[in-house]
Every structure is written in C-alpha cells, then in structure tokens.
C-alpha cells in the first residue's frame, strides 16, 4: 500500500468515524430533547492513536480506528458510548474528584451512567450484554441501598470489590477512559454551567417521564448531583456567641493622636488602646453524636475530629469554653464538658464511643435543659446533633439554635421539625480527620 494510499484509508476511516457519531448525537437528540442543551455542550472529537475513547470533562475524544470496530460488533455503540460520557458531565462526576479514590470512583461513576441508560430504555442504545448488567445492578442496588455514584462509591468504600468483580464490572460498565478527570484547569465548561445544564434537564425530564416507566435513576442521580452542598466551616460560625476577649483593639484605636501625645508630652499618649474587643467566639455550645448502632464509630470520630479542628482556630476558639459532647442512642450514654483545649485533646486521644442502640433525640433536648436549670450555661447558643435521622424528634422548639447533620441524603428519613436547621455533609469531606 502506497503511502497516498494510507493516507485516502484513514482519511476514509475518519469520515466513516464522524458520521457514525454524528448519526448517536441526531439519534439521541431525537428521542431525548431534554437532553439537547447538554448535547450541544460535549463536542464529540477525533483522537487517532489512542486506542481508547477519552473523556476530560468537557470532550470525548474517540479513537475512529477503535469505533469502527466495536460498531461492526455492536450497531448501538457508538450512541451508548455518547450517552455514556453525557452522562458523566450531567452528573459532573468528574468534579471534586481529588477528595476520592479513583479507583472505586470511576467504577462507581460507570456503574451509575449504566444503570441510568438501561433505565431510560432506548432502543438506539440497547448492547447484547444488558440482560445480565440488569440482573447484576439488581443486587448491587440492594446492597448499596441505591445506584447512584455516591452510594456506590461508599458501598465499595465498606465492602471493597474483588479483583474479579471489578473486571466484570468494567467489561459491562466501561466505555470510556477518566485519565483527564483532574486536570480541572484544562476544561473548557465549569461546574457552574453544567449545573444550570442539569437543572434544566431535571425540569424537563418530568414531562418525558411522566407517562413512561422509565427515568428514576437519572431522577435520583440528578438529585444527588444538584442538591446543595455546604462548606461546614462557615456553617458553624452560626453558631458562634458574640463575647469580649482580652486584646488590643486595632479597629479602634486611633494612632494619630497617640504618636501625637508621645511625641509633645514625652511617654504621656492622649489615647491609650483599649483592652476588649467584642468578637464572635464559641463559648456555650453542645455536640450531641448519635452513636445508634446505624451511625459506624470511624465517622462519628470523624466528624468530631473535623469539628473540632474548626473550633480551635484561634479567632473562633475562646481560652476558656464550655463546650458539652453528649454521646446518646435512645438515651443520654455520657456527657463529656469541656472547658479549655487540653481537654479536648485528651478526650479526642482517649475517649470512647457509648451506645450503639435505638435513636431518640428527645432525651438530649431534656437533658440540655436540666442543665440549663442548674446554671451550667451562660449564654447556649446552639445544640448540634449529628445523625442518620432515623428517631424520633421533639416537638416543642427549643430557644437556642438547632441543627441536624446528616452524613448522606436519605429521602425515607423523616423530615426534621421546621425550627431546625438541616445539613447534608458528604462522607469525603470527613475523610482523613479520624
């Protein structure tokens, strides 16, 4: 073959590549037009070589050489490979990644977008080896109580899949490489966009799913990846108690007149820098941690660890507290005071988790209040109480701030009373804290 030879293959190959892909692109257009602002977004390019198809958060690059091949064993790859990678950015699985383990990640992420595609049912996109990813994501939702990317990702995190298991996964789940999904600086669309991208498509995919059955999975992974997250450092200063601490006060002390007196009187200044300043610094305040046998001790630890590495920032820590971690199931287990950072400390390094049983967050609220009573708070300004959600909740509202966190969203949990303030926290953020 002459090398004008070669060159008219390829340049054949790559013609034939393109219109395969432009034909997955119409195909999903038209069978999915909620789907059309995200489609107009993920350019579909080009990339001889590579072997693999690549996705980098902003493009699929497939190999035509590649695609040809699984085209002629597969006529609906090239719109399953499409849907696949669209998937991923409405989802954004590619963000935020640097907090994961990729590994678990990606399997995760894959399985998520299948299960998404088979529960859309599109004839276009249909592959010969659906049949038994059904039956597999059947009991790998039961397990992970869920088959969205976070669930599984936490699912793999606490039963961690053999080596066999996750080549059967990826032989069903993988269709395109995530070797880019950190070079965050290189994409071309941010989160933000994206976001508003997913919004919309959650908006419209009520009218496409309204008299099918079909769509619950990319509802529910859809919601996961649009619902707020919080940053739990500015979260806790709502908890903070306005108090005066020893210290120059810069904001209003007046140097003109202080150098003046210095300077005409001698060691005489006109002004002197006053002693307090009034700042915002956490004072009286109660960490109740649900130890139910639902709540596992490794992120309970944590989530105190984290807390209380926010807390002892100097500008939001006072030298002297009066901070109480109540440990409660269905009934108060123990209450631990604190009172200066050394205690902290040592009860950070030595003290144990109690419990374990039912949840019933009435008997912490009673018990806050006994304490009240004998006088063991100045100024309570807020109780916060970390659990599943599963118990029972006071009815009466408390005169302090109160707030729920929760570790994962969990609909079936019952809703927390409307003087309460609810936080979803993501697992990654505790990682490493314990």
């Known amino acids: 073959m002459t090398t004008t030879d070669k060159a008219d293959r390829q340049t054949q190959i790559r013609g034939l590549a393109a219109q395969i892909m432009g034909l997955a692109h119409d195909g999903l257009l038209v069978n999915m037009r909620f789907l059309d602002a995200a489609l107009s977004r993920l350019a579909a390019e080009c990339r001889e070589g ?21 085209y002629k064993n597969a006529p609906h790859y090239a719109a399953r490979l499409y849907l696949h990678t669209l998937l ?38 249909r592959m010969p080896s659906d049949d038994v990813l059904r039956e597999r994501l059947e009991i790998l939702g039961g397990q992970a ?50 976001r508003r991208i997913s919004e919309r498509i959650k908006a419209d995919l009520k009218s496409f799913s309204k008299d099918k059955n079909n769509g619950g999975s990319m509802e529910q992974n859809l919601r996961e990846a649009t619902r707020e997250r919080y940053d739990y450092t500015d979260f806790l200063r709502r908890f ?12 209003e002390f007046d140097y003109i007149y202080y150098t003046y007196g210095l300077d005409t009187y001698g060691n005489m200044p006109l002004v002197e820098p006053l002693e307090y300043k009034d700042s915002n610094k956490i004072r009286d305040f109660v960490i109740a941690l649900d130890t139910s046998a639902s709540c596992r001790g490794r992120i309970v630890q944590a989530f105190l660890q984290k807390t209380y590495n926010i807390m002892q920032e100097s500008e939001n820590f006072f ?13 108060v287990r123990q209450d631990t005071k604190i009172t200066e950072r050394g205690e902290f400390d040592a009860f950070m390094e030595h003290g144990k ?15 806050v209040e006994t ?38 969203e969990d609909e079936n949990a019952p809703k927390v009373p409307p003087w309460a303030i609810r936080i979803v926290l993501d697992e990654e953020d505790l990682e490493g804290e314990a």
Not at 50 to 70: E, I, N, S
Not at 97 to 108: C, G, Q, R
Not at 353 to 367: A, I, K, M, N, Q
Not at 389 to 399: E, H, N, R, S, W
């Open 50 to 70: 590579t072997g693999a198809h690549l996705f980098d958060g902003a493009k699929l690059y497939y190999d035509p050489v590649l695609l040809l091949r699984q």
């Open 88 to 125: 991923h950015c409405i989802f954004y699985h590619s963000f935020g990644t640097d907090k994961m383990n990729p590994v678990y990640w990606d399997l995760a992420t894959d399985i998520a977008v299948e299960s998404t595609i088979l529960d859309l049912d599109l004839h276009l996109t």
């Open 145 to 194: 109580h869920g088959l969205t990317a976070e669930k599984l990702y936490r699912h793999f995190r606490i039963e961690e899949p053999s080596e066999k298991a996750k080549e059967e996964w990826h032989k069903l789940c993988h269709y395109d490489e995530h070797i880019y999904w950190d070079r965050r600086e290189e994409l071309e669309l941010s989160q933000a966009e994206w």
């Open 240 to 251: 903070m108690v306005t108090g005066e601490s020893m210290q120059v006060n810069d904001d």
């Open 319 to 331: 030298s002297k507290i009066n901070v109480h971690i109540i440990q409660c199931d269905s009934e």
């Open 353 to 367: 988790l109690t419990g374990f049983g039912s949840t019933d967050f009435r008997p912490v609220f009673e018990y």
């Open 371 to 408: 304490l009240r009573k004998a006088g063991e708070f100045d100024e309570l300004k807020g109780l916060l109480y970390f659990t599943d959600g599963y118990g029972v909740y006071p009815a009466d509202m408390p005169d302090y701030d109160v707030a729920f966190v929760f570790l994962h």
